[in-house]
C-alpha cells in the first residue's frame, strides 16, 4: 500500500505539479469537492449544481467547435434531450437512470440529423441552417401538447435526489467524467486515440485532409453526434434537477450562452469552456440577486472586457504567463524554468520566439 501512495505521489509531482496550469485544475477540483462539505444556502449550492451542468454544455459546444463546426442551435441539442427525459419520466414512468441516458440518445440522434446539411455547408451558412433548428423543435412541442405539455410543459418531474449535497456531487462526476472524455477525444498529442489530430486537420483544412484519406463526412458526423451526446447528458440532468421542462428550454438564449462560456475561458481546449461556465453563471446569478437592474449591463461590461484584453480567452491568457511549452519535445514546463524538464533543451528562446509570434499577430 505504501509502494503505491508513493508511486502516486511522484506521478502526481512529476505530471501534474511540475506545470502550474495542470496544479490549478487540481487545486480547482478538490476545491469543488470540498464545497459540498460545506454549510451553504439552498440557493447557492443549486446555483453550484446548475454550474457544473452547464459545463457540460459549454464543453459540448467546444468540442464540435473544435473539429471546425460553428454550430448556433446548439440548445436544440439541449432542450430536446430534456424534454425526452422529461417525457419519458412523467408520460411512461421510467426511473431517473433509464431517461437520463435516453435523453442523451436523443441529442444523438438530433446531432446526425443536424450533421446532414453540415456535410455540404461550412462557416456562416451552417451557422444559419443550425440556427434554425430550435425554432423548428419548439413548433414541435407546441403541436403535440398532449405529450410535450404545450406551452405549459412537463412538471413534476422526479428529483435527481431529495438531497442537495447529493444532487450536487452527482452533477460534479457526471461533469468531470463527460469532461474528462471530451479532453481525451480531442487530444492531439494521444497515441492510441487519433481523433484529436484528425478533427484539427479538417478544422484547419478540410479538403486537405480528404487528400490524405481521412473520411471526413465520417469524422464530421461523428462529432456532432458526440456533441449532441453530452449537450443530451446536460437536458437529462437539467430537467431532473428543475423538476420541470417548458417551451423556454428550447430558447436561442441555451444556444449563445454556451458560446459566450466558450469564449470567455477559451475555444478548442474543452477545459476552457468549464471555467467559463462555472464563472459567469455564478456571477450573473449573484449579480441577479444583489443588482438585478443592472444585472446584463455589468455582465456585458464583463464579455466586452474579456474580447479587449484577453481575447483568446482566460484559461489560455493564464497558461501563457504561467508555461512553456518546450520547442523540442512539446513538453509543458513552468515559466521560471530555463532548461525542459524532461530533453534540458533551452527554453529561453522558447520564449523569445512565443513573444515575437504575440507580437507578429497583434500586428
Known amino acids: 500500500m505504501r509502494h503505491y501512495l508513493w508511486r502516486f505521489y511522484k506521478t502526481l509531482e512529476g505530471e501534474i ?40 454544455l459549454a464543453a459540448s459546444w467546444d468540442f464540435l467547435f473544435f473539429s471546425g463546426q460553428l454550430n448556433l442551435g446548439h440548445g436544440a441539442f439541449f432542450g430536446a434531450s430534456a424534454y425526452m427525459s422529461a417525457i419519458l419520466s412523467s408520460k411512461v414512468g421510467l426511473p431517473m437512470w433509464i431517461t437520463v ?59 435527481l435526489s431529495d438531497s442537495p449535497t447529493f444532487q450536487y456531487y452527482f452533477c460534479l462526476v457526471i461533469m468531470l467524467i463527460s469532461v474528462a472524455i471530451m479532453y ?3 487530444d492531439r498529442r494521444s497515441r492510441f486515440i487519433r481523433t ?3 478533427f484539427h486537420a479538417i478544422r484547419e483544412d478540410e ?28 437536458g437529462g440532468l437539467y430537467a ?17 450562452y454556451p458560446l459566450i462560456w466558450t469564449i470567455f475561458g477559451g475555444s478548442g481546449t474543452i477545459y476552457g469552456p468549464v471555467i467559463g461556465a462555472y ?18 449591463t455589468i455582465f456585458t461590461a464583463m464579455i466586452i472586457a474579456m474580447i479587449l484584453f484577453m481575447p483568446e480567452g482566460i484559461t489560455r491568457w493564464i497558461r501563457d504567463k504561467l508555461e512553456t511549452r ?15 524538464r524532461i530533453c534540458e533543451t533551452p527554453l529561453h528562446r522558447a520564449k523569445a520566439g512565443a513573444s515575437e509570434a504575440r507580437k507578429e499577430a497583434a500586428f
Open 101 to 159: 441516458p435516453m435523453g442523451a440518445v436523443t441529442g444523438v440522434l438530433i446531432g446526425i440529423v443536424v450533421a446532414i446539411p453540415a456535410l455540404r455547408l461550412r462557416g456562416p451558412y451552417l451557422a444559419i441552417v443550425t440556427l434554425a433548428v430550435p425554432v423548428i423543435l419548439q413548433g414541435v412541442v407546441f403541436l403535440f401538447p398532449d405529450i410535450t405539455g404545450g406551452e405549459l410543459g412537463l412538471f413534476g418531474l422526479p428529483s
Open 17 to 56: 505539479f511540475a506545470v502550474p496550469g495542470r496544479t490549478i485544475a487540481f487545486i480547482g477540483i478538490l476545491f469543488l469537492f470540498s464545497l459540498g462539505l460545506f454549510d451553504m444556502s439552498p440557493y447557492l449550492r443549486q446555483i453550484l449544481t446548475f454550474s457544473s451542468i452547464f459545463a457540460i
Open 196 to 198: 484529436g489530430i484528425i
Open 326 to 340: 518546450c520547442p523540442r519535445c512539446k513538453v509543458l514546463n513552468h515559466w521560471r524554468r530555463q532548461s525542459c
Open 207 to 234: 479538403i486537405s485532409a480528404r487528400t490524405t484519406g481521412i473520411n471526413t463526412v465520417r469524422f464530421k458526423v461523428l462529432a456532432f453526434a458526440l456533441s449532441g451526446f453530452f449537450a443530451g447528458v446536460s
Open 184 to 186: 481525451k477525444l480531442t
Open 240 to 256: 431532473h434537477t428543475m423538476t420541470v421542462v417548458g417551451p423556454s428550454t428550447l430558447e436561442f438564449i441555451f444556444s449563445i
Open 279 to 296: 464563472l459567469l453563471y455564478f456571477f450573473s446569478a449573484q449579480l441577479l440577486a444583489i443588482f438585478p437592474e443592472i444585472r446584463m
